[in-house]
């Protein structure tokens, strides 16, 4: 579908600004009750989802031309999603949709941020967004004796991605992933150098072309390598592999799931066996990926019909995601398997948590609206009284990083990997 | 025509006076304010000649001062600032339509409390009231000049009870107030099933909210609309006594919180004393006896199910009483709750039960919240002490307000009339008594006399609004000048 | 049209760079609205010059200050839902309070709360419950604003049984007059803080607002203390799901039911005696008929799925003259007793409760939807747009008879397909302050990018705006620019007195009248 499929859904907004909270009864005080931080960081309507739809239609209606304060409110958004998830409490609109076509309208007619530019280049030259040499891939897992699934089978392949496979404070979370992989006796391989990103940031930031290139690539060489599951522990590499790869309408024959999905299996069959205390008081981040926007994506076509008069309805009926169906239980449950461990609640979670900040280009082109944003987290974090934060995702676990330099705060910051890695 | 020939022509001669005692009677009240003689005493008996009268004082640039209660007056606010009219409303005393279904009355300005009540009752309702209330006061009067009754759970609005109105401005021009403006006349209302029960508006301004505790400044209403209660059908008072104002607060508080019981107000032992007793030595006698302070709470059970209703309301009043530490009793030494229900819930019998001390007094009252009265009472003891006036005397009344959010805080301070020394006195500590009040945070949110000084050279800007208003609704100041900040 | 420069340049200065903006994609965002096509025939009404952020009452002050002295013209909002937000025309800035946010305090024991124009329902109500209270939200959600409602809108929401009506809720008010002074009312003036509106003498809360507030025509609502009220459960209720709802646990001191009459006259005697009773935390037409399907489907294709196969089973039969109830009590004793009443209510009027609603996780759905006033945005769902008509606030007996009379016109635009076949009986509302005045306001839904849709809707709601007054049902609550001058001479010509009213407190005419009153008549009127 393409922008302008969506002028209904930018017509019918009713600019209630539901977008702009959680789910109302699941606002639990003043303090954490907003869900979207474009609109915390910029006030004006213009910066919410129900603000991007009629940005969107005003562009489409020849009312408003490109500025840069309409680029700067398109691309100053993490792409999140909870504007999408509070929406669709009461409507059948697709908000996320229509911002995610505004941004790919915006890369058609040449309306980019520098640093998206810097990024697609580096995708380009190297496989990846970070502008890493795509030589160095594979160092992550130096030593590690894992096979290598462009020389041998394997029934798992883990995905590391780009974030796990190139940033040194983390590399080693995803080293410490394969080694628990193969205690529990998964036969698990990687690519290696030859791992390409998943496309994932690209889709993001409104460059289709790269994200289809890469989505053909990866499912091709995986169906080619006969791998029966995909696992990562990337939850934007996830989301992308689970939700947005399926839009492309290449079969995919191999499960993806996340990492914690899979630990969260491997507890339940007795595999991995947690036998040591790790007496801490945590708190679980959902990141988007992995949560509100891992449903996969449900490809649409059809016309609007009308009965009783003038009820619109979709033919044929379109199905919505909504984020219900996100994985917020698994990440729970192997946290709750660790002995000793007290997992407390932040008042924004699961289909309504906050964002850590860095997706959706954010991180590249406005570092420093990401790291309020990490921080605005991590403060609902300490506010819980945990003395650790947990997620499972890397982009979450930099863009805290980065933050918690930033202010000092005192709380600690862990993948999931990471405790039960404590408690074997 | 002299003005006593153009009101004639209005009202007809029988409905105008001059005679020397009348005026000298309207020149002054039981107040401080300065005497000043009324040329005219005026007696309008329908909205018609309302209406001529006021076109008249306008065309004549005569003041008018509506009065709708009978003597003796205490505030201040009949008392002519400029001489003029006296527009007597008491003889307006239709009570047209009462209806049962909707809990609303519909009366005139003259009609009084103890003229109204018994009507109620005969369809099952009452109307909330002020403490035993005098004899010849008017319920228009009482309600216009939002004088707290003592249900506070039926006041949802400080404006409560009084609904729509039916009013002519200081212009002459005829409006009506609230859903009664229409569309449509009374007549098709009733018919439509309204009941003029909703007071906002019309639209977009709340005129009667202009014309409520403006003193007779605004205009002179001809009938309004008041909200009625059920009759209960059973009552059980209690009474809780406690020597510290201080134990009974969060009990109190904790009632308006559960809206657990109807009458709920504090008094302490002198006014207890002299709603119950009948003259001075009698309420000397009570005083001392009586506990220093007093709360009367009554249950009620009304038509349905009255018996569990006050069963259940009893048993919880109860249970809150033990949570604070407070008894409530049927009866307490010096009196039994059911007299004080009875004395409070009556119009108060001759003389007024204020009066009945030393035959004069001079009440100070100002809004505040009940936490607070504790440390206004303290001052007004403390001042009252270095004045020299014995704080014996000083009656004291909290009444909560707009169901638990603000306490109307009142100190009444008798004083023989005769004593000239000992109205100085009590004139003095009066004004310095309200000074120190007001600048401690009290709200004289109803500024008569010498408070309207007070209260608008502190809120300079609700004046400067105020006479934005006036401008609009008696362009040439004709309704009672002089008054508030007019 | 565009700011002179030096003007612009001044309100930049007042608010900050960041907080000032003449951009068209930010100007058409204010520009757009729900119901937008009533004015201007699309979904955009008029753009405003500039849009600014104030963030205190200084700023306001300044920037309203400032607006007299270039003779530019202002209009403020909180949550900005609604055409009335929008600007009236050219050539003025629209003033989003978006950034005065704050809970300024809550007195638990004095039962009240100080807010600024961006607190929602849903942030006071979360606050006041852990102190063992509640705030009246309105009908339209908890995502409006509390001070919106008190100080500038109407006010009705289905806890008015036991919670009022917003403008009655309204204590001390900040307001920044529209030339530019700081008019603090009641209790605030005099400096003794915040809970009385009313006085020194007569009260100005009538010239802030009536039965609807001004809608932007008298200034700026910078701060106000709205009255709380008890709630009688716990701190926090926990509560998981969203869509489809799940239930919220409803505490032990409460009790939900829907309940079914055989008439609307039964109906009515039945809110009556609840009303007389004090029974009653949330009492009102939540879900009329049209509207029962809507709490638990998924789509407009599965409501009118349901509706039809309900309409022909004959079980819509059994909402015809419902209302939800919840009743809330401080005590086991006080929730026995109103349960009691209850029953002999229902037993005296020939009322029952509806079976098909008393499943638990049906009546925790009804809980939630109830207490927290989410999901009534789903009305925009079916036809993608909805507009309200009659809906007066008068006795309950002619709120009734304005449901019934709303059901009876909607049916010619039904039968031509202009409007949503919704079963025809969408009556929303309730009664309030124990059933001493209610409203039933009669909904229809339509689709506004369809021409004849909406000619059939404006038809309708004028039609059913001349019966209003033909039959006294008192003035509707559709609120369109122009409504005093329309409706004004049926009622005493307040629309004069309005006139006077706003040339005495804008004499430089810069709050926007659009929604209010020009100063001056305009000519031909």
Known sequence: MTLLDYRNDMQRCSRCSLCKWPPLSQI?????????????????HAYSAGGRMIAALALLDGRIDYTDKLVEIVYRCQMGGACDVSCKVNRDLDPLEVMLELRAKCVEDGQVLPAHMVMIESLRSDDNALGEPKAERGKWAEGLEVKDITREKAEVLYFAGCRYSFDRDLQRIARETVKLLRMAGVDVGISGKEEACCGGRAFEIGYRGEFTKYAEHNIETWNAAGVRTVVTSCADGYGTLRSDYPRIGKTMNFEVMHITEYLDRLIEEG????????????????????????????????????VLGQVVVKDPPKEFRRGTNGIYEPPRHVLSSIPGLQLVEMERIKEYAWCCGAGGGVKEAYPDFALWTATERIEEAMATGAEALVTACPWCERNFKDALEQSKAKIKLYDVVELLLEAL | MSPKEDLIAILGDANVFDTAELLEAYSRDESF?????????????????????????NRTATPLIPVSSGPPHFRGDTVPSLGGVIVELTGMKRIIRINRRNRVAMIEPGVTFAELQPELEKEGLRLPMPPCPRRSKSVLGSCLEREPTIIPKYQWDISDPLLCTEVVFGTGDLFRTGEAAGPGSLEDQWASGQAQTNPMGPFQVDFFRLIQGAQGTTGIITWATVKCELLPRLQKPLLVASRRLEDLLDFAYRLLWARLGDELLILNSLNLAAILAEDRDEIKALRDTLPQWVLVVCVAGYERLPRERVEYQEKDVMDVAQRFGVEPQIAIPGARASDVLEA?????????????????????????????????????????????????DIGIYLQPQIQGRACHCEFNLSCDPSNAKEVEKVRQLFLDASSELISMGGFFSRPYGPWAEMAYSRDGQSAVALKKVKEIFDPNNVMNPGKLCF | MGLRRDSYRVLEGIVGPQNISEDPVI????????????ISGTKFAARPEAVLLPGSTEEVQAVIKTCNRYGIRYKAFSTGWGPWNTVGGEGVVQLDLRRMNRILDVDAKNMYAVVEPYVIGAQ??????????????IGAGSNTSILASATSMAGYGLSGIFMGYSGCNVLAVEWVLPTGEILRLGSLGSGAGWFCGDGPGPSLRGVMRGFIGALGGLGVFTKCAVKLYPWYGPATIPME?????DGMPIPESFRVHSLTFPSWEALADAVYRIGEAEIGYVVGRALPPGMIPVLNVSSSAEYAQMLQMVTRAGVMDEFKYCIQTILGASSARELEYQERALEEIMSETGGTIIASMEEASVREVLFRALIKVEGIARVFQLAGTFATSLGAGTSWDAAVASGKLGEQLKRKY????????????????????????????????????????????????????????????????????????????????????????????????????????????????
């Open chain 1, 28 to 44: 639990k005080s003043w303090r954490f009750s907003n869900v979207c931080p474009s609109m915390v960081w910029g006030n004006f």
């Open chain 1, 271 to 306: 595999r991995l066996k947690l036998t040591k205390s790790v007496p801490l008081r945590v708190t679980y981040h959902d990141p988007c990926h992995l949560g509100r926007l891992s449903e996969p994506y449900i490809p649409w076509e059809g016309v609007e019909k009308k």
């Open chain 2, 33 to 57: 304010v300065r005497h000043m003689k009324p040329q005219y005493v005026a007696r309008p008996q329908n909205t018609e000649e309302v209406q001529e009268l006021v076109k008249w004082a």
């Open chain 2, 344 to 392: 409070l819930s009556t119009v108060s019998a001759e003389p007024y039960w204020k009066l009945r001390y030393k035959g004069g007094c001079h009440d100070i009252f100002f809004l505040t919240t009940l936490d607070r009265a504790p440390e206004f009472i303290s001052r007004v003891y403390q001042m009252a002490a270095a004045a020299g006036y014995p704080g014996t």
């Open chain 3, 27 to 38: 100007l058409d965002t204010y520009a757009f609205q729900w119901l937008a096509e009533t």
């Open chain 3, 124 to 137: 006071l109500q979360v606050e006041a419950m852990k102190r063992g209270l509640n705030c009246h939200i």
């Open chain 3, 241 to 245: 799901g969203i869509r489809p709802l």
């Open chain 3, 414 to 525: 039904i039968e031509q397909g202009a409007i949503a076949d919704d079963g025809g009986d969408l009556a929303w509302g309730g009664a309030y302050q124990h059933c001493r005045f209610g409203h039933l306001e009669e909904i229809i839904m339509y689709d506004f990018q369809d021409a004849e849709s909406l000619k059939g809707a404006d038809d309708y709601v004028a039609e059913s705006a001349q019966a209003a007054v033909e039959k006294s049902l008192g003035q509707p609550i559709s609120i369109v620019p122009g409504m005093a001058e329309h409706f004004g001479p049926t009622s005493f010509n307040y629309h004069i007195w309005m006139r006077k009213i706003k040339k005495a407190f804008d004499p430089g005419m810069t709050a926007d009248p659009s929604f209010y009153i020009e100063a001056e008549q305009p000519p031909g009127k």
